[in-house]
């Protein structure tokens, strides 16, 4: 099995509008990470600007150098956790080769992705249920076009003779996804599993039961 290597310009960072352009930038990667970690240890409601200002040992007004408020922060945070993992993943669907090897390389990469960037992860899970409806949209078209190319991978390797017809594409990708989605509620840094064995089971697990036989 050969892991994806994930476009790593997915990872750079567009930076907010207002003083963070004008050179206190610096600390703008600390503050996502630090927001994402606060969102999934104690909610985005239990969570304070203040209580973040803490965890980088700010100032609560300084934050206003680079964010306009909480919801603004959200945002941001679920903008990188985006970028970091959801676009460059779903990239790998629309690349040349059979589509069980498409497949495969989707399930390792996002497996992985949620192993290496769980902050991220769980912080999007429980921030996004937060949004406002306008920006909610932009996030549910992301994912939905994801979905859409991992069922027409599955219809693709049906017609190919490689997965089986018995199952519904829809449900299926709905499955695929929901699972490795969950990884992040258990995997903990410096497990007793190697990442590298994780995504061998997340294969497994995720794919050799829709393989034909």
Not at 19 to 39: H, I, M, Q, V, Y
Not at 98 to 107: S, W, Y
Not at 132 to 159: H, K, M, S, W
Request: hydrophobic letters at 40%.
């Amino acid at each position: 099995m050969r892991d994806p290597h994930i476009d790593q310009s997915a990872q750079t960072i567009d930076l907010p509008c207002g003083s963070a352009g004008k050179g206190r930038t610096d600390r703008w990667p600390e503050l996502l990470e630090a927001a994402a970690e606060l969102f999934a240890e104690k909610g985005y409601d239990g969570t304070s600007l203040r209580d973040i200002a803490d965890r980088l040992g700010m100032l609560k007004g300084s934050l206003y150098h680079y964010i306009s408020g909480k919801s603004d922060l959200l945002v941001h945070v679920m903008r990188e956790a985006h970028r970091r993992g959801l676009r460059s993943i779903a990239a790998l669907a629309r690349e040349e080769g059979p589509a069980i090897e498409r497949l495969e390389a989707i399930v390792v990469a996002h497996a992985r992705y949620v192993c290496t960037e769980r902050v991220f992860t769980a912080g999007f899970f429980e921030a996004r249920r937060h949004l406002p409806e306008a920006r909610a949209v932009e996030f549910a078209a992301d994912e939905r076009d994801y979905r859409l190319r991992v069922e027409a991978l599955i219809v693709r390797g049906q017609d190919e003779g490689a997965l089986r017809t018995d199952l519904d594409p829809k449900l299926t990708a709905l499955c695929l996804l929901g699972f490795l989605n969950s990884l992040h509620l258990w995997v903990r840094p410096n497990g007793v599993h190697s990442i590298r064995r994780i995504c061998d089971h997340a294969v497994m697990l995720g794919l050799d039961g829709l393989r034909r036989r």
